[in-house]
């Protein structure tokens, strides 16, 4: 298939390039230069050698749109929110009826629900995808939590199956928002576990035992209970720095177990560990006392090491 991603941040260019070494022909946006540089330059270095098809990156979102065939098929990976808006704005512009727009942020799943109906009024087809797997799904592959327009999700399952090679999967939950609610619920239990974690190996870290703390790591990893993802993570992160030294426990929260936090209130759902886990993380954000905890540094390194994101020195 020809397809269109906007975004090429650590997401975005992924996607991107594992769709191009599946045989898809991809033209690809960025609204700031640096990004469609590197993603460039890993083109110009892959050892695999795309024969059929290609990579372009084009400078304008009309042109970028221009370049596709019907009915068009475009991937925004963008953070949620006023970003994603903007895009979706400019790119309302120019899509005619048939046309198919895919939001791969975490986005509120309310938002999408919306933008799903005002679409569907233009006749264009909307879906909400929700995307795990951080930066290592690009190799593993992406799990895809789908929502919106069944008929749009029936089209592109090409694109799905490729991005799900080799360990991933997708599935389609529902009109509207239903995709990203999923995906919402997901970081809400994400939070539970990653503190539950950090926790669990801070108190191994004071302990008067004086534990290799990836010796434990390595054997928790070898099919017990708690052994899987996040566990590998841990792994990585304590491989690259065994005590976590130089961290600060900064831990962001970007929403979705906020959402899943609020919805589960209407629904009358009690989820304590998911609460408290959020409230522990923005807590972080403030508290020099629980920035200098291994729990704090321990949940911020796994986000570094399947997210990517930035860790801040202590």
């Known amino acids: 298939m020809k397809i269109a991603v906007l975004g090429l941040g650590k997401m975005g260019s992924r996607i991107a390039l594992k769709l191009y070494e599946e045989g898809h022909e991809v033209v690809a946006w960025n609204r700031s230069a640096a990004p469609a540089d590197e993603l460039k330059l890993k083109i110009k270095n892959l050892k695999f050698k795309n024969d059929g098809n290609n990579l372009e990156i084009i400078d304008s979102i009309e042109d970028l749109i221009q370049q596709l065939g019907k009915p068009r098929v475009l ?115 994400e939070y539970g576990m990653m503190q539950s974690i950090g926790e669990g190996f801070e108190v191994l870290e004071k302990s008067s035992y004086k534990f290799d703390l990836l010796k434990v790591a390595k054997i928790w990893q070898k099919g017990t209970i708690i052994s899987g993802f996040l566990l590998d993570r841990a792994f990585d992160a304590l491989s690259q720095n065994p005590k976590l030294d130089g961290i600060k426990g900064f831990i962001e929260e970007s929403g979705e177990a906020r959402w899943t936090v609020e919805e589960a209130k209407k629904e009358g759902v009690e989820v304590e560990i998911i609460e408290r886990s959020l409230e522990y993380r923005r807590r972080s954000q403030k508290d020099t006392k629980i920035q200098n905890s291994f729990t704090a540094k321990t949940v911020a390194a796994l986000r570094n090491a399947f997210g990517g994101h930035s860790l801040k020195s202590s």
């Open 75 to 189: 991937w925004i990976m963008l953070p949620a929110g006023e970003a994603t808006q903007n895009v979706l704005d400019e790119v309302s512009k120019y899509l005619k009826k048939g046309d198919i727009v895919i939001d791969g942020g975490n986005a509120y799943f309310k938002d999408t629900e919306k933008r799903y109906r005002d679409f569907k009024k233009k006749n264009i087809e909307y879906l909400g995808i929700g995307v795990s797997g951080g930066i290592l799904a690009s190799k593993n592959g992406y799990p895809l939590m789908v929502g919106g327009s069944r008929k749009a999700y029936d089209y592109i399952k090409p694109i799905l199956v490729s991005l799900a090679k080799p360990n991933g999967g997708y599935d389609y939950f529902g009109e509207g928002g239903a995709g990203h609610f999923v995906k919402m619920v997901h970081n809400g239990i």
